[in-house]
Structures are given as C-alpha cells and as structure tokens.
C-alpha cells in the first residue's frame, strides 16, 4: 500500500506541474486522509496551494492567497532547509508575495 501511495504522491505532483490542480486537489485529498504526522502536515500543505492555484487561474486572488498562505504555513512547519520540498516552500512564498503586492497596486 505503502508503494501505492509513493505512485499516488507521484502522480500529484505530475498534476500539479501540469496545472491540473484540481485532479491534484482530489488525489492529495486521498493521501491526507489516510497519512500520519509529519507526512499529513506536508500532504496537507501541498493541497492547499494546489487549491490556492485553482482559485488564482480563476481569478479568485482572495481565496488564492488564502490557501496559499495556509499551504506555506504548513510547509514551514516542516522546517526543511535544502531540498525539493524547501524549493517548493520558496516559491510558494515568492508567487504569494506577488499576488499580494498585485493586489496592493489593483486596489
């Protein structure tokens, strides 16, 4: 099952890459329900800026940066300092920033 839930998380990210976020909202769902700390709390990041994205391509700018918020909140918890889940982190962090100074400059 274990292997089943690598192919799963695999198949997310492929997903999400492909900006498929709301397929990749329901797979990460999947996965969450079922994880254990420390992974759920990672899991639960993931998803949440999977639908912070959603809302962003449909123009929902305060539901996007709200998810994406909660999302990096979570994946900071996770205190990684190298790695591809650390890159992840900064870039959710760098594309909520411009979202937020975007809307700074529309208002």
Not at 32 to 55: M, S, Y
Not at 58 to 74: D, R, T, V, W, Y
Not at 85 to 102: K, P
Request: proline residues 2%; glycine residues 6%; contains cysteine.
């Amino acid at each position: 099952e274990e292997e089943d839930d690598n192919h799963s998380f695999d198949e997310a990210v492929s997903l999400f890459n492909q900006r498929e976020y709301y397929k990749c909202h329901d797979l990460l769902e999947a996965l969450w329900n079922k994880a254990e700390d420390p992974t759920r709390t990672l899991i639960h990041g993931i998803l949440q800026c999977a639908v912070g994205f959603h809302h962003l391509f449909n123009q929902n700018h305060k539901g996007a940066m709200m998810e994406l918020g909660e999302g990096l909140c979570k994946l900071r918890k996770m205190d990684f300092d190298s790695g591809p889940f650390y890159d992840f982190e900064q870039d959710i962090s760098a594309v909520l920033n411009f979202i937020y100074n975007t809307q700074i400059e529309l208002a």
